[in-house]
């Protein structure tokens, strides 16, 4: 039982470091449940989800993100308004304060990924970096799930 | 000089009439206009429009007619609300099951431009079975629009590419083609398949 203990803190410790630069502020930042729905080719952007959250005490601040997969990549968000019309634009920087969390969900905020490199395909992943004000940046590797997929869980 | 001072003060009255214009067109018609209540689709048949569904046939809202109808706009390019919507509406269908048999199940592009029917083939193919794909020239999609009161618009993106603001609600119609209810976008499932199953059981007590 130990032996299963110590190999599981080890395992977190290795994520967590291979994870997070140290640096004050984003060190702090965990990202949780990073997911993305496959594309048809690479002529569709694509959008990517995530759960960021600051487990730290002091507001951290991110200002973008970038993957080798996309030519550009920004935080989107989608609203739609009293008539039921939805549209998107760029979320700007994005500060999440001390125990909080945001949430890349569908229908609200989203990492949108234009001009495709190459077509995501369902099963594998790509790394996603996330730049924070204070310098920090952590990389978060994304599964792809199928088209139809909902949440995290498929 | 009191020319002068005449000129500035005409033009100031002028500039506060202009001005006072400019924000009543914005509280009645501009972008604070209050939301448009009663706004809702005609009837199936009171609309008139021609498209091609996803395998090339020809259609149009008379061939929903007879049967419950599901009925929504979106467009292929679309990362985040219509792979969402069309998501959403397959867990639907999942829900209900054998109670859907029957249903016409419609996603009309509102970017018949990027949307072919190859690429309306294969997006729904993706999706669940019941799901047709309907396009067509672009002043048919404004005429099919026009009478579910869908609304959309072309915005240019950085680029050089473009994305479309749309109305994402999904359209209940009955068996006879009568509007009954919409989904608003991200309603929940609790209250989504509810209001599909008000729409079937029209039919079975249409039926009997």
């Given at each position: 039982m130990k032996t299963v203990v110590y190999g599981l803190m080890a395992a977190l410790m290795f994520a967590l470091s291979a994870t997070m630069p140290a640096i004050a502020g984003s060190e702090d930042?965990?990202?949780?449940?990073?997911?993305?729905?496959?594309?048809?080719?690479?002529?569709?952007?694509?959008?990517?989800?995530?759960?960021?959250?600051?487990?730290?005490?002091?507001?951290?601040?991110?200002?973008?993100?970038?993957?080798?997969?996309?030519?550009?990549?920004?935080?989107?968000?989608?609203?739609?308004?009293a008539?039921?019309?939805?549209?998107?634009?760029?979320?700007?920087?994005?500060?999440?304060?001390?125990?909080?969390?945001?949430?890349?969900?569908?229908?609200?905020?989203?990492a949108m990924l234009m001009r495709l490199q190459r077509p995501m395909a369902e099963g594998e992943s790509f790394s996603l970096t996330l730049d924070f004000s204070d310098g920090g940046e952590i990389v978060v590797e994304v599964s792809i799930l199928g088209i139809a997929a909902r949440g995290p869980d498929g | 000089m009191n020319l002068l001072k005449i000129t500035v003060y005409a033009l100031a009255g002028l500039a506060?009439?202009?001005?006072?214009?400019?924000?009543?067109?914005?509280?009645?018609?501009?972008?604070?206009?209050?939301?448009?209540?009663?706004?809702?689709?005609v009837d199936l048949s009171a609309m008139d429009f021609r498209l091609s569904d996803h395998e090339g046939e020809e259609v149009g809202p008379e061939i929903l007619i007879g049967r419950p109808t599901m009925v929504f706009f979106g467009f292929?390019?679309?990362p985040d609300v219509c792979p969402t919507t069309l998501s959403d509406i397959s867990g639907w269908l999942?829900?209900?099951?054998?109670?859907?048999?029957?249903?016409?199940?419609?996603?009309?592009?509102?970017?018949?431009?990027?949307?072919?029917?190859?690429?309306?083939?294969?997006?729904?193919?993706?999706f669940h079975p019941a799901i047709r794909g309907w396009t067509g020239p672009e002043e048919e999609v404004a005429r099919a629009a026009q009478g579910f009161r869908a609304r959309y618009?072309?915005?240019?993106?950085?680029?050089?590419?473009?994305?479309?603001?749309?109305?994402?609600?999904?359209?209940?119609?009955?068996?006879?083609?009568?509007?009954?209810?919409?989904?608003?976008?991200?309603?929940?499932?609790e209250f989504a398949v509810p209001k599909i199953r008000r729409a079937l059981n029209k039919e079975t007590e249409g039926a009997t």
């Amino acid at each position: 039982m130990k032996t299963v203990v110590y190999g599981l803190m080890a395992a977190l410790m290795f994520a967590l470091s291979a994870t997070m630069p140290a640096i004050a502020g984003s060190e702090d930042v965990v990202v949780e449940d990073a997911w993305a729905r496959a594309s048809i080719g690479v002529n569709r952007p694509g959008a990517a989800y995530m759960t960021i959250r600051n487990t730290g005490d002091e507001a951290v601040t991110l200002t973008g993100i970038r993957t080798d997969l996309a030519i550009m990549s920004d935080i989107h968000q989608t609203s739609t308004n009293a008539e039921g019309v939805s549209s998107m634009a760029p979320a700007g920087e994005i500060e999440i304060a001390p125990g909080d969390a945001v949430s890349l969900e569908p229908g609200g905020l989203h990492a949108m990924l234009m001009r495709l490199q190459r077509p995501m395909a369902e099963g594998e992943s790509f790394s996603l970096t996330l730049d924070f004000s204070d310098g920090g940046e952590i990389v978060v590797e994304v599964s792809i799930l199928g088209i139809a997929a909902r949440g995290p869980d498929g | 000089m009191n020319l002068l001072k005449i000129t500035v003060y005409a033009l100031a009255g002028l500039a506060a009439i202009a001005l006072t214009l400019a924000v009543g067109w914005w509280r009645v018609d501009g972008p604070e206009a209050p939301e448009r209540t009663g706004l809702r689709p005609v009837d199936l048949s009171a609309m008139d429009f021609r498209l091609s569904d996803h395998e090339g046939e020809e259609v149009g809202p008379e061939i929903l007619i007879g049967r419950p109808t599901m009925v929504f706009f979106g467009f292929t390019y679309c990362p985040d609300v219509c792979p969402t919507t069309l998501s959403d509406i397959s867990g639907w269908l999942d829900d209900l099951g054998e109670e859907v048999e029957g249903m016409n199940v419609v996603f009309i592009t509102v970017d018949p431009e990027r949307d072919t029917v190859e690429a309306m083939a294969e997006y729904v193919s993706y999706f669940h079975p019941a799901i047709r794909g309907w396009t067509g020239p672009e002043e048919e999609v404004a005429r099919a629009a026009q009478g579910f009161r869908a609304r959309y618009e072309r915005v240019s993106t950085d680029g050089g590419d473009y994305t479309m603001n749309h109305t994402a609600s999904v359209f209940l119609f009955d068996d006879d083609g009568q509007f009954t209810t919409m989904i608003d976008y991200h309603e929940q499932r609790e209250f989504a398949v509810p209001k599909i199953r008000r729409a079937l059981n029209k039919e079975t007590e249409g039926a009997t």
